[in-house]
């Protein structure tokens, strides 16, 4: 066993989508990640943006083995803490910044692609419009782009 729960839930085929607005401070860490993500695994990668339910679609045609969400989430930690979260749990986190919420679109991505369903949750700051993604949720981003990227690789 790695250690790395992310090394232990990315196997087979992954699609990594980072979930979240960037014009709004740290809710845009989602797409962030996935940006960066994309630089080496750019099929596996999808910016859904802060529309989700858009992406369902693409998402289930690709028929993943795993699909892991990166958004912001009231975890109640510091800002840039993060929690791996199965959907199951998120009833038991804060509040997420969607307009569809995100559990109802967690339940439906898992019955309609029947694939093992993750949501890689950080804590923001500031979610208000017109901020930057602050220094903490910044470098817990490389952190996670680290993790990830070494997860992969080991595949």
Do not use: W, Y
């Not at 510091?78 to 199965?86: F, K, R, S, T, W």
Request: net charge positive.
């Amino acid at each position: 066993m790695s250690g790395d729960p992310l090394r232990e839930i990315l196997k087979g085929k992954v699609i990594i989508v980072g979930v979240g607005n960037p014009l709004c401070g740290d809710d845009g860490l989602g797409p962030l990640l996935v940006g960066r993500l994309a630089r080496r695994f750019r099929h596996l990668c999808i910016d859904a943006g802060d529309t989700l339910e858009r992406h369902l679609g693409r998402i289930v045609r690709e028929n993943p083995d795993t699909v892991l969400l990166v958004d912001a989430v009231h975890l109640g930690s510091a800002p840039g803490g993060h929690a791996l979260l199965e959907p199951g749990e998120l009833e038991e986190v804060g509040f997420s910044t969607h307009r569809l919420p995100l559990k109802m679109q967690l339940e439906e991505l898992k019955q309609r692609v029947g694939s093992r369903i993750f949501l890689l949750a950080v804590q923001p700051r500031r979610l208000e419009l017109g901020k930057r993604v602050c220094g903490e949720v910044k470098r817990s981003l490389r952190r996670l782009e680290k993790r990830i990227t070494k997860a992969m690789a080991a595949a």
